[in-house]
């Protein structure tokens, strides 16, 4: 089985213009048109079992849109769980927590470069608070990004920073824990208190490098992904296959740790109204 826990889709109407956007401005050739329904035939073709989609509120102002869009995939894909996104300036950021557990979301997405906040800020403590006392994950992105060349906003020390702060949450570095970083995420977060996802890292770190820091790290703590539409399935499945892992190695985190995780979300948390409060 194999689930990958790092793509993204659009909603069909913004798909075309944001794929186009991002792949001008990252120099990056997307593997599908972005959509729900192109993500979904692309499972189907390179054999995956089942993805987490993550989506990204870049503003306070988007944060609801993007969130009815992560529910309406949850309640209608049976092998898609979708995660939201919170922006630390938003009112109800709060609310909008509990409205996502309430509504079967397992976690949340944060992007520090499209937010221009460090991982590590005072602001995003109560979004990391609260995600850890509902049972919500949080994804982060880790290390360089196109965004933002020339200020890394989640260095592998900042990550480091988050997870002493908060032990109890559900923390997962997304890159290997530092895209373009890997000496820091190596050094630093490989064997602490958080997971790491494989996206997008096979084709840019060093075969070794990869090896080292997975071996490193605790194995119920890795989780496969691949970045869709910036790096396929297969071809992310394919570098690490090419470490030569074990297999009950790889069946740990090409889904046994995915499952887990998953499950876990839906025994923690409280009840909440799931209709999101519109201003009038």
């Known amino acids: 089985m194999l689930i990958d826990f790092h793509a993204h889709c659009f909603p069909d109407a913004l798909a075309g213009r944001a794929i186009a956007a991002l792949a001008e ?7 599908f048109e972005g959509t729900v329904s192109g993500f979904k035939a692309l499972m189907e073709r390179e054999r995956v079992d089942g993805a987490v989609l993550l989506n990204i509120a870049t ?17 209608g894909e049976p092998k898609l769980h979708a995660f939201g996104s919170v922006h630390p300036k938003a009112p109800d950021f709060e609310a909008e927590l509990l409205r996502l557990k309430g509504a079967g979301i397992r976690g949340v997405k944060l992007h520090p470069d499209y937010i221009a906040t460090f991982a590590d800020a005072p602001e995003l403590d109560p979004i990391y608070e609260q995600a850890a006392a509902l049972g919500l994950c949080v994804v982060l992105h880790a290390g360089w990004d196109f965004v933002s060349p020339n200020l890394i906003y989640a260095t592998p020390e900042r990550i480091l920073n988050v997870t002493k702060r908060h032990k ?3 923390l997962i570095a997304a890159h290997l824990g530092g895209f373009r970083q890997w000496a820091g995420a ?11 996802d494989t996206s997008f890292a096979f084709g840019e770190i060093e075969p070794e490098q990869a090896r080292r820091i997975l071996q490193k790290h605790d194995e119920n703590r890795l989780l ?6 910036w790096l396929s399935p297969k071809k992310s499945f394919e570098g690490l296959d090419s470490l030569h892992f074990p297999g009950a190695w790889m069946e740990k985190v090409c ?5 887990r995780l998953l499950e876990e979300g ?3 948390g409280t009840r909440c109204i799931l209709k999101r409060e519109r201003s009038s």
Request: hydrophobic share 40%.
């Open 255 to 259: 889904s046994g740790n995915a499952l």
């Open 266 to 268: 839906t025994k923690k």
């Open 224 to 229: 496969f992904g691949s970045d869709a539409p």
């Open 25 to 31: 401005r990252s120099g990056l050739a997307p593997c």
């Open 59 to 75: 503003n306070e102002r988007q944060q609801g849109r993007v969130n009815d869009f992560a529910i309406a995939v949850q309640l």
């Open 168 to 170: 109890t949450l559900n």
């Open 186 to 196: 190596e050094a630093l977060l490989a064997g602490q208190n958080l997971y790491l």
